[in-house]
Structure formats: structure tokens, C-alpha cells
């Protein structure tokens, strides 16, 4: 993440406008009621009229999709194009997934069938010890209310309480426009702790939204990033919260200034979540 987040800041982008994947958990009980059926049925819709993009590849084999990876990824791919000056795509930044002869895709009405399959798989994470809680659980929430205005921050002080092998998800959701038409706020999250000596440390997250897309209409956004708590030297004692009318990065790069004034954000909720593994550790699988 960091090389990108250098990369991204000097393009007037943001980390997530790179990102290859977004994992959502499914809920437990879909799990139970889904455990004896032998198939399972995903439903895709728009909720919104705000653009939607899905990714997918041609067909190429009639055994196996070839994808990019969930564990490695090319920032000379993502700026460049490709990772070489001879132009061939290194094949080590993808997988491949079985094609299942009961996968079946079908498309409302209007909708034209691609020439291939969309980057639409269920991920089965590693399993965890017999005794660990197997499901993502919400540790702290609190609703923000975003007063008008250049800048607003808030602080969270009283954090969950953690060890060694804590690891979190802090989630920031919420909705967001402009009155003045298309805009570019932003948001930053960072976790602040102290060392015995009185020496303060900041982690930034690269993978904050440091750029939320707003127009004249309410715009959802919802966005969750990993944070080890006994990886920050010292001990953990806040995570800071701020909202920028305009982002630090709407000026940088080749794209210009955008309006700024009158954005709004509502239904604002900083919450962390405990997972009980990394959904991406050795002995996960792609279905």
C-alpha cells in the first residue's frame, strides 16, 4: 500500500481507486440456511443511479478463469500499463479458478451478456482454531455528526480493548453531496499511540478514502481498511477521524480543482470490527 499511496498522491488519486478487490462478509446465518442446499444463488442490482463499473475476462479455457490475484499486485501494471518494456503482462500477478459446470450466470431484462465471466467469486477464508470466534464482530460504534465547513476532525478515545493477535477493521460509512455539483471531499483516518518514553507515533492508512466522489444527489459511501493494534510502536490510545470539504489530492495530478463548497455528509459511522483471521492468509480459496 505504500508504494501506491506515493504514487496515487502525486496523481491526485486514492489507493481505493486501485483497488483490484472489495470483500464482503456474508453473514452467518446466510451460511446456516445455505448449509444443505446444493447450490448457491448471488443476486447483483444497482441500489443507486450513481455509475457502476464490473470487472471480468474474456473466456480463453474452457477449464479454468485466469484473474488477478487476492495476495500480490504490480504498481508498474496499475501507472504503466504493463511490467516490462516488452510489453507482455507478467502472468505471476494472476490466478486461476476452476470453471464449475453448475455455475450458471443469467442477466435481467435489457442487459447483454459479456464475452466472458465477471470478477464475481465467493472467497472462503482459512480456518480458524476450534476456540476463536468465526465471525466478524463490532467492537465499537459511533455516529458523527459533520458540521459545515473546510475541515471538521473528531477523536476516538475509548478503544476496545485488544492483544497481540487483535486485528481490526475500521469501517467508515456514510453519505455525502454537493450542493455546487461534482466535488472531491475527503476523508483520513489515523491511529496515534504513545512508547513509555512520551514518544507519539501516527499511522496514516493509505487505504483511507481520501477521495469520496459527491454530485448533487446523496452519494453512499462505505469503506473498511485493517489496522493491528500491537504493530504501532508503544500503545494504541486513539484513532482520529477528519473531513475535508476538498482533499489534500483533488489538486494534484492532471485532473483539475473541482467545486468544493456546500458539501455535506450525513448518517456518518466510525466503527471497528475484531476479525477473527486475515480473510486472505495461507489456506484461503476461491470459488
Known sequence: GY????LTIASGMDNVDLRQWFLLPIPPGALQQLKDKPKVTIEVR??????TRLFGAYDTSQQCLSMPSLTSYSWEKAFYGVENDSGITDTRYDIKVPIRDCCVTSYSEGTTKPPGNFFI??????????TASQTVTSLKKVFLKVPPGETWSCCLTDLPQW?????????????????????????????????????AFTYTSPWSPHIVSAGAAWTKFDVAFPI???????????????????????????????????????NVCLEVLALP????????KVY
Request: proline letters at 9%.
Open 3 to 6: 508504494i501506491f499511496d506515493c
Open 46 to 51: 444497482k441500489v443507486d443511479e450513481s455509475t
Open 121 to 130: 467469486h465467493l472467497l472462503a477464508v482459512p480456518q480458524a482454531s476450534q
Open 163 to 199: 492483544t497481540s493477535n487483535s486485528l481490526w477493521l475500521v469501517r467508515i460509512s456514510g453519505q455525502v453531496k454537493s450542493q455546487a455539483g461534482t466535488a472531491m471531499p475527503g476523508i483520513e483516518v489515523s491511529a496515534r499511540s504513545c512508547d513509555p518514553v512520551g514518544n
Open 228 to 266: 493491528k493494534p500491537s504493530a504501532l510502536p508503544g500503545h494504541l490510545s486513539r484513532l482520529d477521524c477528519m473531513f475535508h470539504q476538498l482533499s489534500p489530492r483533488a489538486d494534484l495530478g492532471p485532473r483539475p480543482t473541482r467545486a468544493h463548497s456546500c458539501v455535506e455528509f450525513a
Open 277 to 284: 483471521n486475515l480473510p486472505i492468509a495461507y489456506g484461503h
